[in-house]
């Protein structure tokens, strides 16, 4: 069997890796750089634009392939699985139509409301100017503006955080408006502790992963600018030392009737990663965004605990028979984090070498990002370069062990020394505990 993988980052190594463990299949990747970690588990590389729907066909049908993961969310809105699947390619990643529940804000919050899934904070959609002013002048709480389509994280603006005032969010939507955007959503700001819950689906079943939680801001004590994620936890009970048993089930019948929802609309079958972003709230949960993929850095904790074989699981989600396998993941906690360049993200320094050589690969699982492999060494590309995973029966432990591997890495490079630490994470009990108990 000839399995691609799409995409070149360190998502698309975790899942190289993973499969790569079960030797009956081949492996072959496309996507825009060469990574050295997916290169060394693959029988071939193809070089080229994940969103040129042609070209990736083109190649998957070169190399001959049965089965597609698609890594990134940018080929999913191209559309790249209703190519692959009209030629018999079967795709873990949902069709364009579907995946507009990543690539359009506004389609899920209307998704959410149609199907009476009661999830989101108060929210309008605005297609101009026109009563802009007056929503945001009636909503009691802060705001946050954004824009509908992929952003690559760089979209969405918060008050308290991006934008100080009302005024400022009314300059931004004139803003994007002005640059041609053609919908924008408008949200109540939620106050609470963010989570993810990702779930396998084979357009029938769902088989839910544990709950996990990123880091996005840049630097220690979450300040700085955003990042993709500067790394992720997550506990032995597969919950967040944070949450409680009612916040993981509601967010888990959220995915479920989530996946109701946008095959009953599409009327197609869902294949692949449904991605809740979610918030615990005094209240309880709401949900943030939906993404149509695995989350990075998330997607490496998850495979590093999984112990079902993800060829497997790739098998049964194309044939829709997850039902009939048994996905288990270790009862360990796990730490991930990224090293990323010298001032990443604004003026990252790119070019300069890495030198992971000293890291002991039986105590972490390390995965390639944005590297190059040169006669010289590896270099830094400009984005987060490498990601280091622990495990551990404590998230204490597993930060250790990740902090202990990281500080060996060597070149103009940082990363959190707080991610998985219990000062950062007593924080986090501490202010949702004050926010449900006040
Ligand atoms: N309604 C909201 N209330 C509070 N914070 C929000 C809200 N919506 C988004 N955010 C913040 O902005 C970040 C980015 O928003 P998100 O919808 O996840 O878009 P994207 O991941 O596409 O940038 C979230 O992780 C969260 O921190
Ligand atoms: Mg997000």
């Not at 769902?206 to 840049?218: S, Y």
């Not at 404590?394 to 940082?414: M, R």
Request: proline share 4%; hydrophobic share 40%.
């Amino acid at each position: 069997m000839h399995i691609a993988i799409i995409g070149t980052g360190a998502r698309e190594h975790a899942i190289a890796w993973k499969l790569s463990l079960d030797p009956t299949v081949q492996l072959f990747n496309f996507g825009p750089t060469h990574n050295p970690g997916i290169a060394g588990l693959c029988q071939a590389v193809g070089i080229g634009d994940v969103t040129d729907v042609t070209a990736v066909l083109q190649w998957c049908q070169e190399q001959k392939i049965d089965i597609a993961w698609i890594g990134p969310e940018a080929p999913l809105a191209a559309g790249v699985v209703n190519a692959l699947e009209a030629f018999g390619i079967a795709c873990i990643g949902p069709t364009q139509q579907m995946a507009r529940l990543e690539s359009s804000k506004s389609f899920t919050r209307e998704l959410l409301d149609k199907y009476e899934i009661q999830a989101s904070p108060s929210y309008r959609v605005f297609t101009s100017m026109d009563g802009v002013a007056d929503y945001m002048w009636s909503l009691q709480d802060d705001v946050v503006i954004k824009p509908d389509g992929l952003t690559g994280g760089k979209g969405v603006r918060v008050m308290g955080a991006q934008l100080k005032t009302r005024e400022d969010a009314m300059a931004y939507c004139s803003e994007l408006f002005a640059e041609g955007a053609k919908r924008i959503v408008i949200e109540e700001k939620l106050v609470g502790q963010e989570f993810s819950l990702m779930s396998f689906s084979d357009g029938k079943h769902l088989v839910h992963m544990p709950a996990v939680q990123d880091h996005k801001r840049a630097y220690v004590g979450d300040a700085g600018p955003n990042t993709g994620g500067m790394g992720s936890y997550t506990d032995a009970n597969h919950s967040l030392p944070f949450l409680n048993e009612h916040d993981v089930i509601f967010a888990r019948q959220i995915n479920e009737q989530t996946l109701y929802a946008i095959q009953e609309e599409c009327g197609e079958e869902y294949k692949g990663i449904i991605y809740g972003g979610f918030i615990a709230v005094r209240g309880g949960v709401r949900l943030i965004e939906y993404n149509a993929r695995f989350g990075d850095p998330e997607v490496m904790n998850m495979l590093s605990l999984l112990k079902t074989s993800l060829v497997d699981i790739t098998k049964a989600i194309a044939e829709r028979t997850l039902d009939q396998l048994h996905v288990e993941f270790a009862p360990l906690a796990s730490v991930c984090k990224y090293v990323v360049p010298q001032g990443y993200p604004d003026k990252p320094v790119r070019g300069e070498p890495i030198d992971i050589t000293q890291v002991d690969q039986a105590k972490v699982q390390l995965f390639y990002g944005a590297v190059d492999q040169t006669e010289g060494g590896l270099v830094l590309t400009g984005s987060r370069a490498v990601g280091l995973v622990a495990t551990g029966t404590t998230i204490a432990e597993a930060e250790q062990v990740v902090e202990q591997e990281i500080k060996k890495i060597t070149g103009p490079v940082f990363h959190r020394e707080d991610i998985g630490t219990a000062a950062l994470i007593d924080e986090r009990i501490t202010m949702l505990r004050n926010l449900r108990h006040a």
